[in-house]
C-alpha cells in the first residue's frame, strides 16, 4: 500500500482536453461544459453581454464526466463508473460508483431518483437520501451484448430503454419502475445500421428514436409500428458522434467530420438543411441544445465550445431593376449608405434607395454623361458618384442640390475609394491611361450644412505596376496608405504626390482588399492587411527608415476562396476582433477570423457579379445583382454574437510536446494537428492560448525553448523551424513568429514514410561566437546530425552527421563538459549512448563513450540532471519499467572523456504501460507517469527505488510531462495541471 | 493537415505486402511465436475478431507446415476463425460469421473440433478506433474478455490464450482477471508494434481454471475492480533486435525501380461502404 502524502502535493487544478458533455441548467441560463473531471459553468444567458465563465467544480472521478443531465438538486453526471449530484450552487458534490459502465441516465418523478442504463444491458435504480446513494433496485434485460451506447427515458411510471450493440442491432424495451420484473424481454429489435452506433435519442413524445453510427448514416425509427426504419440521412463523411431531437421535426448531428447538420424528416426521407463548420482539429463530441433559444451548443476535441443559432436566417428580397427607375435605363452601381440601404445608381443619374421599408426615388443628378460608379461614406449621408466622362459627383442623398461636381479626369473613372476619419473625408478616384497606368487623384472634403467643400485635390505618383484597390488614412501622423491589385503597398503624405515607400509582395502577387491600422507611432505603423490570396497579414513597417523592410509578424490562411474585405472592432469587453468576407466558389460569405466561425453564407453567383456588402455589429447586408435583378439579403437578429466561440481550444489532436519557457510564464505546445501554440500560463495554473502558428506539413514531433525569445520545433518530413518570441507592450499580447525552415538537403535517397526529426537540444556555442546556437537532432533513420545557428543572421548550418545503427532516435540532450559537448541519445531498442560529439573539430567522427540497455524496448522518456561532474540519466520504457544511472564524467586527455557508472537503479515494473515521463525532482525524489494514468513519486532507498505517492490523471496517451517552479503539467490528450506543493 | 507519425505506413506494412499477408499484423503473431513457442503440439486453434485474415494466414501456414500428407485426415490440425465481419478464404481454416458473445458460438466451434476441447486460442480484436479514449479502452477490454469468456469454455488445461490489449488506464483490472486462469500471464511487445502504440498482446499460458469454474457463455465478464489492486504483468519484448524497426525510417534509392504492389485484402464490408458509394455517385449535394 502506497504510503499517501501531503495532501497539497501534486494537487490537480487545471485540465484542458476534449469537451465530452454539455448541458443547459436553469432555464438554460447556465451551460455546463465537462472536460476531463473539470465542469466549467457558463453564464450564457440573453441579459449579459458575453458568456462568461463563473464557475470551475473538478469532480473526484477516476473517469471522464462522460454525460450529464439537468435535475432538480442541479445536475446529475456520470463518467464511466461513476456518478454524482452536483449542486451547481454551492459546488456541492455527492458521488459513488458501480460495478458497471455507465450509458445514460434520467431522472424519476420523485426527487432524488434516478435511474441509470450500463454496459451489461442492466437499468439500476438510484436514490440519493441524506449524502449517500442507494442502488434500490436493479433490473436486466433479456440480451446482454457487447454495448457501444444505450439511452433512456422516462413516461410516466414507464422507462423506455434504448441499447445499441457492437453487432448492428439496436434493442428496445421498457418496464414499469413501481413494480419492476427482475428481467426483461425486448419488445422490438432495430436493424438496419451497418456499424456500430454511437448515440440514440427518444423523442419528447417516445414515439421515435434517432441513431448515429459509424456508418456514416443518421437513421430515424419508428418504435410504434412496422416497418421501424423510417429514413435515413447521408451526408456525414465520418462517424457520427452525436444526435438530438429539435423541435419541429428536425434533428441535429455532430461528427469526426467536424461539421453540425440540421436535418428534417418528411415521410420517408432524412434531408440534411443546414450545415454549420467552425470546429478545428478532429471530432465534434458533443452538443446540447437550448428550448429557450432557438440555439445549439457543441464542444470539440480541443477543448472548443461553440455556439450555433439555428433558427436565424438570412432575409431575402428580390427588386426587378426596371422598377427603380422612371425610365428605361440601365443600372451603373450600387452601394449600402447604410445597412439595408442601398442607394441604387442608373447610367442616366437616376437614383433609388431601398431599404426595409421598400424603394424610393430621389432627385436625379441632372447630369448629360453616363454615369459609371457610386460609393458612400459609410454612415454619413454623402456619397460620392462618377461618370464615364470623368466627373466626380459629391453630393448628399438627403439633398441632392448640395453637391459639387468636379471636372478632373479625362476618361472613365473607374474607381472610387472613400474613407472617413473623424471630420475629414477622403476620396481616391481612378482612371485608366494607358498599358499599366492609372490616373489616380486623393482630394480631401468636409461638409457643412448647406455645401460642399473641397480642400484639396493631389495628382499621385504611383510606384510601377501600382492599380490601387484599398485606401487607408492615418490622421495622426498625415500618412496613407494604398493596396494594390498585385499585392503591394504604398505610403504618402497627405498632401504630397510623391509615394515615401513601396513594399511588393505583402500578398504575394494578390490584391490588397483592405488595410487597418492597429497602432502608429513615430517610427513604425502595425497594420493588418487582408488580401485576395485568403490571408490575414499583420505588419510592422517602418515609416521614417524608407530601406528598411517591413516585418511580418503574423500570416493566416483564413478560407479557402478570395477575401474581399475585413474589418476590426473593440468589442465591449475590450477585446479588438477581426471579421473577413469573401467568395469561396458562387458564395459570398462572411467571417469571424478571431473565432475562426462562418457566420453565414449566401449563394449569389460569384464574386464576378456586381456586389455591395455593408456590416455594422448587430446588422450585416448584402446585396448583388445578376439577370436584372437586385438580390438583397441581411441579417435581422444578431448573428455575429449567436455563432461565436464560448471557449476558445488548445489542440484537436494529441499534444505531442511541451516546453516552459525559462522564466516559466509562458508555454509552447505542439501537437498532432501540425500546430505550433504559444500560451500563457497564469499563476493559478490556467492556460491562456495566445497565438497558434502553423508551418509543419506533418505532427510536431518536439519543442525546445532557448533563451526568452528563441525556440524551436521539429516535426516529420525532416522540418525544423525557427521561431521568435514578439512582446511589444504598447501593442500586442506576445506572440510568436516564424523565422527559418530548415530544409533537408538533397540526396540519392527518398523515404517511403515521413523521415521525422524526434527531438533537438540546443545549447550555446561560445566558441564559435557569441549570437552563435550549437543545434543536435535526432532522426527516425537512425541519423544525429550537428547544425550551428546565427541568432542574428538567422543562417543554419549542418556540420556533422552520423548514424547510430537503423533503428528510430527518439531522444537528445546535451550536456557541455568542459570544453567537450555530450550527446545522451535514446533509440527504440531500449539503449541509451553518449555521444564525444567533438564540437570543437569538424574532422572528428563522434564516438560512443558510454552505452547502456536499460529498457526492453523503446526508450520512452529521457531526463537529465547533473550536478558538477556527475550526470544523473532517468528514463522510461515502453517495457512499463524506470531506470536511473547516476555516472561519473572524467575528462583524462584534451580529446577523451570517459564515463564511471556510480549507481544504477531499476523497477521492472512500475507501471502497467508506457512510462512516458519521468521527471527528477531531487538527488532522492523522481516522478513517472505512464499511459496507464498513474503518477507516481520514488525514493532512493539504499541500493533501489520506492514508489512513495500516487496520484491519477485524466490525460488520456500521456505524452510527456514538464515542470516550472510551482506547477507539473501532463500532456497528450489535452493537458491537467498540478500543484508541486513541498516538491517544488 | 499532413499525416502524423502515428498514421504513417512503416516497414512492415510494405512486407507484408510483399510476402503476401493480408495486413502486418501477421508480424507480430509470427514474432510472439518467436519468443513464446505458441504453435508448438497445436491440434486445435481458434482465431476470435480474425478479419481480414492475417493471424488465420500465419497460423495456416505455421501450422500446416512440414505436415506429411499421409497423416490421417483426423490428426491434422484444425484452424476455426471467428469474426462477425465476412471474411475471405484462407486454405486450411474454417471461418465462420459468428457473434463471439452469442451463447450459440461455443457450441459451433466445439463442433468442428468434434467436440474436443482447444490447444490455442489468439484474439487480434480491436475497435475501429474512435478517438475517445475512454470509450476505446472500454470496448477492447470488452472484446478482450468476450474472448477470454469464449476462450475458458473451449481450452484444455494446460492450453494458452493470446489476445491484443490496450495497455491503457484500465490494463491492471485485466490482468487480475486472466491471472485466475492461467498460472502464467505475460504482457508481450512484438517489434512489429509501434512504440507510439498502446497496444501489446497478453500471453496466457498453462489454463488452470480453479475447481469451482463452471463454463456459461451467457454471463459476460465485465471489468470490476473490488480491491484497487495494481496488477502488472511482465513486460517481455519480441523479436529480433536487428529486425526492421515499426518507428524506424528506411531509405529507398531514387534510382531502383518502384513496384506498387496491390492491396492483399481490402476491406470486405466496411460499415461506410454504402455512404461512400452515394458520395461517389454524385447523389448527395
Known sequence: MLVEGDKGVLEPVNFVGPVTSLALIHNDKFLCCAQGPCLRIYDVSESRHESDLIKSILLPFHNRIHGMLPCKQGLFVWGGTYFAVVDVETSQVYYDRISDWIFNAAELGEENKFCVVTSKNQVHLLSLSKGSWEVTNTISCEKTPLLFCATVQISGNEIYIASASAFQQIYVWKFNYNNPPSCVSIDTYLVGHEGACFDLKFSSDGRYLCSVSEDRTLRLWS?????????????????????????????????????????????????????????????????????????????????????????????????????????????????????QKLLCLAKNGEMSIIDNKGKKAIPALTTTSDMSIIRSWKNSFF????????????????????????????GKIQQLLTYQVKERYFLLSKSFVGKNQFRVYLQE???????????????????????????????????????????????YNIGESNYLSVWRRIHEFDA????????????????????????????????????????????????????????????????????????????????????????FFIDCGGSHRPWAFSMEMDIQSFASYRANQLYIYSTALNLLQRNSVLQNGLHGREIRAMDFNPSGDLLLSGSEDTKVTLLEFQSNGNIIPLNSVKFHNSGIQSLTWFSDDILFSTGGLEELNVYR???????????IVHEKLCKPNKSNKTYDGDLRITDISVVKATHLGERVLWINTVQSDSTIKAFTYNVDTKQLNCIKSWKYKTVCLVFAEAVIFGSHLLLVVASTDGNVAIWNTFWRDPQIEPLIIWIKTVHQFCVKSLNISRDQDVLTISTGGDDG?????????????????????????????????????????TKELLLSVSIDQR?????????????????????????????????????????????????R | MGRSSKDKRDAYYRLAKEQGWRARSAFKLLQLNEQFNLFEGAKRVVDLCAAPGSWSQVLSRELLKNIDTSIAADEKPMIVAVDLQPMAPIDGVCTLQLDITHPNTLSIILSHFGNEPADLVVSDGAPDVTGLHDLDEYIQAQILLAAFNLAVCVLKPGGKFVAKIFRGRDVSLLYSQLRLMFRKVSCAKPRSSRASSIE????????????????????????????????????????????????????????????????????????YKRAIELKHSKMMS
Not at chain 1, 273 to 278: A, D, F, P
Not at chain 2, 229 to 240: K, Q, R, T, V, Y
Not at chain 2, 249 to 262: F, H, S
Open chain 1, 223 to 339: 418504435i410504434e409500428s412496422s416497418p421501424f426504419l423510417i429514413a435515413t440521412g447521408f451526408g456525414h463523411s465520418a462517424r457520427v458522434w452525436r444526435c438530438v431531437f429539435l423541435p419541429n421535426k428536425e434533428i441535429a448531428t455532430v461528427s469526426e467530420d467536424l461539421t453540425l447538420r440540421l436535418w428534417t424528416w418528411n415521410d420517408k426521407t432524412l434531408t440534411n438543411t443546414y450545415t454549420y463548420t467552425g470546429h478545428r482539429g478532429k471530432h465534434i463530441w458533443s452538443l446540447v441544445v437550448s428550448s429557450a433559444n432557438p440555439i445549439i451548443y457543441t464542444g470539440g476535441n480541443d477543448g472548443s465550445v461553440r455556439s450555433w443559432d439555428y433558427k436565424t436566417r438570412i432575409q431575402e428580397s428580390c427588386i426587378s431593376v426596371s422598377s427603380l427607375f422612371t425610365s428605361k435605363t440601365l443600372l451603373a452601381s450600387f452601394c449600402f449608405v447604410k445597412c
Open chain 1, 383 to 410: 456619397v460620392a458618384a462618377a461618370s464615364n466622362k470623368g466627373t466626380i459627383y459629391v453630393f448628399s442623398y438627403q439633398n441632392t442640390n448640395l453637391l459639387k461636381a468636379i471636372d478632373l479626369h479625362r
Open chain 1, 445 to 491: 472634403f468636409d461638409f457643412e450644412a448647406d455645401k460642399v467643400n473641397l480642400i484639396s485635390t493631389i495628382e499621385l505618383e504611383l510606384p510601377a505596376t501600382f492599380d490601387p484597390t484599398s485606401l487607408t488614412v492615418d490622421e495622426e501622423y498625415s500618412n496613407f496608405l494604398i493596396g494594390s491589385r498585385t499585392g503591394s503597398l504604398a505610403l
Open chain 1, 512 to 599: 490588397i482588399s483592405s488595410i487597418h491600422i492597429k497602432s502608429s507611432k513615430r517610427d513604425y505603423l502595425l497594420i493588418q492587411t487582408v488580401g485576395r490570396d485568403g490571408y490575414v497579414n499583420l505588419f510592422s513597417i517602418p515609416r521614417v527608415e524608407k530601406s528598411a523592410v517591413p516585418q511580418e509578424l503574423c500570416s493566416k490562411k483564413c478560407c479557402d476562396g478570395i477575401l474581399s474585405g475585413g474589418l476590426c472592432k473593440k468589442l465591449k469587453n475590450g477585446k479588438e476582433n477581426q471579421w473577413v468576407w469573401g467568395f469561396h466558389a458562387s458564395n459570398f460569405f462572411l467571417r469571424d477570423e478571431t473565432n475562426e466561425t462562418n457566420v
Open chain 1, 725 to 735: 518570441l514578439i512582446q511589444k507592450p504598447e501593442a500586442y499580447l506576445k506572440r
Open chain 1, 881 to 921: 519499467a524506470i531506470s536511473r544511472s547516476i555516472l561519473l564524467l572524467e575528462q583524462i586527455s584534451e580529446n577523451s572523456v570517459v564515463v564511471n557508472s556510480l549507481h544504477n537503479y531499476f523497477f521492472a515494473e512500475a507501471h502497467a504501460s508506457s512510462v512516458t515521463g519521468v521527471l527528477s525532482i
Open chain 1, 935 to 983: 503518477i507516481l513519486l520514488w525514493k532512493v532507498e539504499g541500493d533501489s527505488l520506492k514508489p512513495i505517492l500516487e496520484r491519477y490523471t485524466h490525460v488520456a496517451d500521456v505524452g510527456g510531462m514538464i515542470r516550472n517552479n510551482d506547477f507539473l503539467i501532463i500532456y497528450g490528450i489535452g493537458c491537467e495541471v498540478f500543484r508541486l506543493g513541498s516538491l
Open chain 2, 200 to 271: 501489446s498482446f497478453v500471453v496466457c499460458e498453462d489454463f488452470n481454471p480453479p475447481s469451482n469454474f463452471q463454463p456459461d457463455l451467457t454471463k459476460p465478464l465485465c471489468v470490476i475492480d473490488p480491491t484497487n489492486a495494481h496488477e502488472i504483468a511482465p513486460f517481455i519484448a519480441c523479436g529480433d533486435l536487428d529486425g526492421y524497426d515499426a518507428d524506424a525510417t528506411y531509405p529507398v534509392e531514387i534510382n531502383m525501380k518502384k513496384a506498387t504492389l496491390d492491396v492483399i485484402q481490402p476491406p470486405t464490408a466496411p460499415p
